[in-house]
């Protein structure tokens, strides 16, 4: 770059100091008398071009330079398409991710999987046709301003507006439907009483991956949604386990909303999932056994310290707890 940033300084250089065209006067003869110059004004030659001062890179130290505020998002950023009324399918391009069909439609992860009954690894080829939800919306309330409805669902108001294609001062009536992200999360309070009830001891085929309160349950849950495993409670940081042998399967973050997401195999056709770690500390096809350390422990989407621990059996999800060992605090 900085080559050819000089080239072009010396062709601008070499533009500069070229002599200009003769005046013509017209009619030919000489110019006028008034216009005449003494003859040796004439033989002298043009003073040579005053060189262009170099503009002096920005000092960002000092703040000058582009502002930060032509990065932001601009309305022309946001989808073409209306998000309230998104296309029944999509057609998945070469190499094209799980993530980026989420991301170009603004639809969770997880209900594509559902969806199109996905399973793990969840790649993807091209040309299949897959099935997009219908979007999340949110009714607006009576009084409920746009950064009401950000605020509840841990969203920047910008960038809700932004999805919803309107304009400042972001104006919502009763009635409206607002379109929500893939990563809107609903405040819901805690459940101490669940979260103080240890799971029964189950037949002891799988040893528990972290130790701490199970804070929900395999099945529904009571925002109407369903969790096909259970959430452990714990300490950021923390070492996850293996709950079995087996050999990792997937160690990666290509699922938004999962973190760092490992998969281990174990033998009569088992599959363990260990879902919102910070990091992985093993990788694909290693060889581990049982409390070996896979993973630290990291957050939900909402800042809790959770580990989102599932078992599989081919395609069924299992409910971990019958299959559990008695967890040792």
């Known amino acids: 770059m900085m ?14 100091s070229g002599s200009g065209a003769p005046i013509s006067y017209g009619g030919g003869g000489s110019p006028p008398p008034q216009q005449q110059r003494p003859a040796r ?8 071009p005053r060189p262009q001062p170099v503009q002096a890179p920005p000092d960002w130290a000092d703040g000058q330079g582009t502002p930060l505020s032509q990065y932001a998002l601009q309305p022309s950023d946001a989808q073409p398409f209306d998000p309230t009324r998104l296309p029944r399918s999509h057609t998945v391009g070469p190499n094209e991710t799980l993530h980026d069909v989420a991301t170009r439609y603004q639809v969770p992860v997880r209900a594509l999987i559902d ?3 996905l399973e793990p690894p ?4 091209a040309g299949r046709v897959l099935e997009l939800p219908p979007p999340r919306l949110h009714t607006v309330a009576r009084g409920e301003t746009l950064e009401d409805i950000a605020d509840h669902y841990h969203i920047d108001t910008r960038s809700l507006a932004l999805l919803n294609r309107m304009q ?3 104006e919502v009536r009763r009635g409206e439907r607002i379109v929500l992200p893939a990563m809107a999360q609903e405040r819901a309070p805690e459940a101490p009483a669940v979260a103080a009830t240890p799971l029964p001891r189950g037949s002891g085929r799988f040893a528990w991956p972290l130790s701490g309160d199970v804070v929900a349950r395999f099945g529904s849950q009571p ?8 959430e452990i409670a714990g300490r950021e940081g923390a070492q996850v386990l293996a709950a079995a042998d087996g050999d990792v399967v997937y160690a990666g973050a290509d ?4 973190g760092d997401l490992i998969l281990v195999r ?3 056709n088992y599959v363990t999932a260990y879902a919102y770690n910070r990091r992985a500390l093993v990788r694909e096809g290693q060889r581990v056994r049982t409390g070996q350390a896979i993973a630290e422990l990291g957050t939900r989407p909402d800042g809790r310290a959770r580990l989102l621990f599932q078992v599989r059996r081919g395609s069924d999800a299992l409910d971990p707890a019958p299959l559990m060992a008695a967890q040792q605090r």
């Open 122 to 125: 969840y790649a993807l080829s």
């Open 255 to 258: 699922i938004q909303g999962l």
């Open 223 to 230: 925002d109407g949604t369903r969790l096909d495993g259970i």
């Open 3 to 16: 080559r050819a940033a000089l080239l072009s300084l010396i062709g601008l250089a070499a533009c500069a």
């Open 168 to 170: 400042p001062p972001y």
């Open 41 to 48: 004004a004439q033989q002298e030659a043009p003073p040579p």
């Open 115 to 117: 969806q199109n009954g």
């Open 266 to 268: 174990h033998a009569e």
